[in-house]
T-cell receptor, first 114, second 117 residues
Framework: DAGVIQSPRHEVTEMGQEVTLRCKPI?????LFWYRQTMMRGLELLIY????????DSGMPEDRFSAKMPNASFSTLKIQPSEPRDSAVYFC????????????FGAGTRLSVL | QKEVEQDPGPLSVPEGAIVSLNCTYS??????FMWYRQYSRKGPELLMY????GNKEDGRFTAQVDKSSKYISLFIRDSQPSDSATYLC?????????????????FGRGTQLTVWP
């Protein structure tokens, strides 16, 4: 299996622009997680899905952030409008049901908002 | 107070040293405990996994869980330059406790380790 696939790997945009990050989980995994990682705050859970349904979005920082999972093999995280403080590395992770909560991470998207 | 506390370091040791990394937590419902290793510009990868209290050994790595003290540790023996990475502890609950959500992991901030030759 190719693992969790994220795109793009790097994104540079200007403040106010819309940013869309993409994730393809490992086939057969029922859970999908979106994280943000910064030096100051470490790894923060933004939102996660179980069987394409959002379970907990309490980590989404504000209404500018939205996430969707239209099917079991694809998810997006959108920031609109983007701000410089959104600059971070965004990770997607997935895991199968009953896996003792072990998650498998993608390589991340490094976002820079100028 | 965060659910999981971890000293971010940085920690710098010579090759061959024994390294001790630690996390404390506050949620007594946590039952699964993990250590992830993250190399620079990569995603975290699972390194060690333990259930409930006790020790687990895998080669040069030993994970310890002390649930009575809400304290977990990762020991690295004979550390190598290739061990240089950020180590994140993570844990999850099997029952709901004070608003915790099932199915997710709670991560420490990570400790940045450098092993120099």
């Amino acid at each position: 299996d190719a693992g969790v696939i994220q795109s793009p790997r790097h994104e540079v945009t200007e403040m106010g622009q819309e940013v869309t990050l993409r994730c393809k989980p490992i086939s057969g995994h029922d859970y999908l997680f979106w994280y943000r990682q910064t030096m100051m705050r470490g790894l923060e859970l933004l939102i996660y899905f179980n069987n394409n349904v959002p379970i907990d979005d309490s980590g989404m920082p504000e209404d500018r952030f939205s996430a969707k999972m239209p099917n079991a093999s694809f998810s997006t995280l959108k920031i609109q409008p983007s701000e410089p403080r959104d600059s971070a590395v965004y990770f997607c992770a997935s895991r199968p049901q009953g896996s003792k909560d072990i998650q498998y991470f993608g390589a991340g998207t490094r976002l820079s908002v100028l | 107070q965060k659910e999981v506390e971890q000293d971010p370091g940085p920690l710098s040791v010579p090759e061959g040293a024994i390294v001790s990394l630690n996390c404390t937590y506050s949620n007594s419902a946590f039952q699964y405990f993990m250590w992830y290793r993250q190399y620079s510009r990569k995603g975290p990868e699972l390194l060690m996994y333990t259930y409930s209290s006790g020790n687990k050994e895998d080669g040069r790595f030993t994970a310890q869980v002390d649930k009575s003290s809400k304290y977990i540790s990762l020991f690295i023996r004979d550390s190598q330059p290739s061990d240089s990475a950020t180590y994140l502890c993570a844990m999850s609950a099997t029952v709901r406790y004070r608003g915790s959500t099932l199915g997710r992991l709670y991560f420490g901030r990570g400790t940045q380790l450098t092993v120099w030759p």
